[in-house]
């Protein structure tokens, strides 16, 4: 069928929903949302655009990876022609039904919002696909529409649709919805289903059957769910351990059959040793997974082993080979050519971990993009091949070709090579949204926790099983280190001025010290003691957490600070054991930095381990690492859901600090802001990665003085080794610009920024107005550098708008209370009387007669 089922339209309300609607389909996001929604979704997931501007960049949204985009009827005649037709639908109201025709021409579907009762029945174009949306939809009736009134396309939003097997009154079940128009025509009502590779698109994994209650499973869960026609309901892997990832659920064109496409974990799929149910998998699949084998277990010094790690000799080979293929003539010597170019091509796929499927994905985003470059060869090759008569291609020739540089973080593979274009944050007045776009303006991208926890669940299970053996194969296979211990205990060596720079070191110890002045202050000396009544004294008194685990990202990375932030604390707390995990470097050493300030702040054990893997090291223990109570620090995706993971089960019996999610600034600024300043404050929050939020809330700014910061942001940003990165962050920013001092607070307080920066003229006076925010610079001078580095605050701040409800890491989250209470006999006699009764009236006698035995005993 051309067009799905259902079409979920995007709202803020259906974060929680993406995961399972991106296994079904194409999912139609707003301009609006993009990008909040996009970095959300999952890699495989397809997408609609609906332009909601009139001024919205079109064609920038189809060449990003839109499949296809609705658009008005002005904004198709905009177009002009730029765009296949097969790209656009049209949107109209009710009322604009019949000219539908006039466009058939340019677009390949139409999308209306009507009534759809009588729409859906008497609707038909010839040609055209049909989306029709009910302002206010009926679940149970639209569920009977979408299996009796195909071929039409129901957009329903998300705040309609539930991830429930069933549809009830207010939600409509996406399961299902999407099963709607499913038929069999088997006597026991079952599909047959097609599983497929997610890694492996040439031959099927094997072929099963599926029932309504095992698909709906399957979508809710994200799983391979079956139906057995034997044993009922088949959950694969849930005794082997070769659980399937599920990427997509399709229907054919007939709607009697299914297609799954999984990631397939553990042993495999078929019963028997080998790839698949028809067979291992051959040619290119079959050398992608050899590579991958040779990658892990050729030997050192072997021509393999040098083909992934010297990337001088792969860059030769397959520039060789490239050249052997261009100079075959015959069709069997380009197959053999081809062969060894394919070979080595895969080869630094690899070595780089892209997959062939990475690969289908990159060729699937090309094919959709509108814009095209001329195409002729780079003037490097021109010259190369044709020359230019001055001798410059053979001097060309000899010269070793550059190898690009690339930011530290992963960035789109979209990127021009060259971009000039301007780097600007989009504007908007706060007083001219409604409620509902206000909202928006809150949100941040969504976070697929329990996808992430399913898949670093292997990986703290093999610690949990294996142990310190589990723990160094995984170090050896992520991190390239062969370790013969997974710690290092003190003391621990003093790096060198070599090593580490005397200006470096005195750096440290500034920050240390600040930070240790600050945390010392927040420290409680003595308990606190209440008397409630005479003769009942009530106490609370501190004690540190006994073991605690700080987590330190990086193995090439250097930072200190996170060190600095996380050990300080512990030491003033007074916790007994302190361990610190950190990645090593390829040679098993721990970066100077870290180790110095390891010593300063009395860490106890350095775990050389990093990811989800050293996180649970110290949630479970293992011979050499202790098992700590409460894990600290920051981390990628992995980590985050490695200790929300092992915070939910009672065997780890372990707390952590918080929520985590990108990082994040919002900027208050008045007219006497410094553009450069404010410029520089928002780009320091830019740079950490594409997903980074940034928020400007402008009071009152001139025009001029709006101009003055865009200027300087588009400088400032493109002086960046990070530039990329930055203006990918910036495309997601807002300025918000607002009328009062009182707006700006109260947009702030709702938005709960990590980091808060005011830039106002009398901002000291303004600090007693705000009710969350991770922590707060206060005027012109003081950056979030500052904090981040050596002020004295802490760096471990709540995002994602948790600074409603959480801290940042300070001393006392090193610590934990607990009260005591002191009752004399003449305090039980004037309390004692209260226990009773209220005891009684709760039903528990044996409360009550703890305290009766105790009040007769008095009255002797």
């Given amino acids: 069928m051309s067009t799905p089922p259902f079409l979920p339209l995007i709202d803020p309300s259906g974060s929680t929903l993406l995961p399972s609607l991106a296994l079904l389909g194409p999912v139609l996001i707003p301009s609006t949302l993009v990008q909040a929604v996009l970095p959300t979704l999952p890699p495989q997931a397809s997408y609609y655009v609906q332009a909601e501007n009139s001024n919205d960049d079109i064609i920038s949204y189809l060449d990003n990876g839109a499949q296809k985009i609705v658009v008005t009827s002005s904004q198709l005649e905009e177009l002009g022609g730029q765009v296949p037709k097969e790209r656009l639908i049209l949107k109209l109201d009710e009322q604009e039904i019949s000219i539908a025709q006039d466009f058939a021409q340019q677009i390949s579907g139409i999308y209306v919002i009507s009534s759809i009762a009588h729409t859906s029945k008497s609707l038909v174009i010839p040609n055209l696909e049909i989306y029709l949306q009910n302002p206010s939809p009926n679940p149970t009736e639209l569920l009977e529409l979408i299996k009796t009134s195909r071929p039409s396309s129901y957009v329903i939003p998300t705040e309609y649709l539930a991830a429930s097997a069933k549809t009830t009154s207010t939600h409509l079940s996406i399961s299902e919805a999407f099963l709607a128009p499913i038929i069999s025509d088997r006597p026991d009502g079952l599909f047959p289903t097609i599983v497929s590779s997610s890694n492996h698109s040439i031959k099927p994994l094997g072929l099963v059957y599926s029932s309504k209650e095992s698909v709906t499973e399957a979508i809710l869960t994200q799983k391979g769910v079956y139906q057995s026609r034997k044993h009922g309901l088949w959950r694969k892997g849930e005794t082997s351990g070769a659980v399937q990832e599920l990427i997509s659920v399709k229907l054919d064109c007939d709607n009697d059959a299914l297609t799954f496409e999984v990631v397939q974990h553990g042993s495999g799929f078929c019963h028997l040793p080998q790839s698949t149910c028809f067979g291992n998998f051959n040619g290119i699949s079959k050398l992608e997974d050899t590579l991958k084998s040779r990658l892990e277990s050729a030997p050192e010094g072997s021509y393999t082993k040098r083909i992934f790690t010297d990337e001088k000799l792969l860059r030769s080979k397959i520039m060789e080979e490239a050249e052997e293929l261009c100079d075959a003539k015959t069709s069997d010597h380009i197959a053999f050519e081809a062969a060894d170019l394919l070979y080595f091509a895969l080869a630094r796929c690899i070595s780089k971990g892209v997959s062939l499927k990475d690969v289908e994905k990159a060729l699937d985003k090309k094919s959709l993009k509108i814009t095209r470059r001329k195409g002729d060869a780079k003037p490097k090759w021109e010259n190369k091949i044709n020359g230019n008569g001055n001798g410059e291609s053979a001097s060309r020739e000899s010269q070793p070709v550059k190898e690009e540089s690339k930011p530290t973080e992963p960035i789109p593979k979209s990127f021009p090579e060259v971009d000039e274009s301007r780097i600007k944050m989009r504007n908007v007045t706060l007083s001219e949204l409604n409620k509902e776009e206000q909202k928006k303006l809150l949100l941040r991208p969504v976070l697929n926790s329990l996808a992430m926890i399913d898949k670093v669940k292997p990986i703290v299970e093999r610690v949990r099983k294996e142990g310190d053996a589990g723990l160094k194969a995984m170090t050896k296979q992520f991190d390239k280190a062969d370790l013969s211990s997974n710690v290092l205990l003190p003391p621990f060596a003093t790096p060198t001025e070599e090593e580490l720079p005397v200006d470096v070191k005195k750096a440290i110890d500034v920050a240390y010290d600040n930070v240790k002045t600050f945390h010392q202050a927040q420290a409680e000396t003595k308990p606190l003691i209440v008397e409630t009544m005479p003769g009942v004294q ?131 600024a008045d007219h006497t802001a410094n553009p450069i300043f404010v410029a520089s404050d928002l780009l320091s929050q830019a740079e950490h990665g594409t997903d980074s939020q940034v928020v400007l809330v402008g009071i009152n700014l001139s025009n001029k003085l709006l101009q003055d910061i865009e200027d300087q942001i588009d400088i400032q940003a493109k002086a960046l080794p990070r530039v990329a990165i930055a203006r990918e962050a910036i495309k997601k920013s807002v300025i918000v610009l607002v009328k009062s001092e009182k707006e700006a607070i109260e947009f702030s307080n709702e938005y709960a920024p990590e980091h808060l920066i005011l830039h106002l003229e009398k901002a000291e006076k303004v600090v007693e107005n705000i009710e969350n925010a991770g922590s707060v610079f206060v005027g012109a001078f003081s950056p979030e550098s500052c904090g981040d580095y050596a002020s004295g605050t802490n760096h471990t701040l709540p995002t994602n708008g948790f600074a409603r409800q959480f801290s940042g890491v300070n001393t006392l989250s090193f610590q934990k209370h607990i009260t005591s209470q002191f009752v004399s006999s003449d305090g039980l006699k004037l309390l004692g009387p209260s226990v009773v009764r209220l005891a009684e009236r709760e039903g528990l006698e044996a409360h009550a007669n703890a305290v009766r035995v105790r009040l007769a005993e008095l009255s002797k």
């Fill in 538 to 668: 009530c106490s609370r008194f501190v004690r540190p957490i006994a073991r605690v685990g700080v987590y330190v990202p990086g193995g090439t990375a250097i930072l200190p600070s996170t060190a600095i932030m996380l050990g300080v604390p512990a030491q003033v707390a007074g916790c007994k054991t302190i361990v610190l995990a950190t990645p090593p470097r390829p040679d098993g050493s721990i970066s100077p930095e870290v180790l110095y300030v390891a010593k300063l702040v009395g860490v106890t054990c350095i775990l050389k381990a990093g990811g989800a893997q050293a996180v649970g090291a110290m949630a479970y223990g293992t011979e050499e690492v202790p098992k700590v109570d409460k894990i600290f620090g920051p981390g990628n995706q992995w980590v985050t859901a490695a200790k929300m993971l092992v915070q939910n089960d009672t065997d780890a019996l372990v707390a952590i600090d918080m929520p985590a999610g990108p990082s994040e600034v919002l900027v208050i």
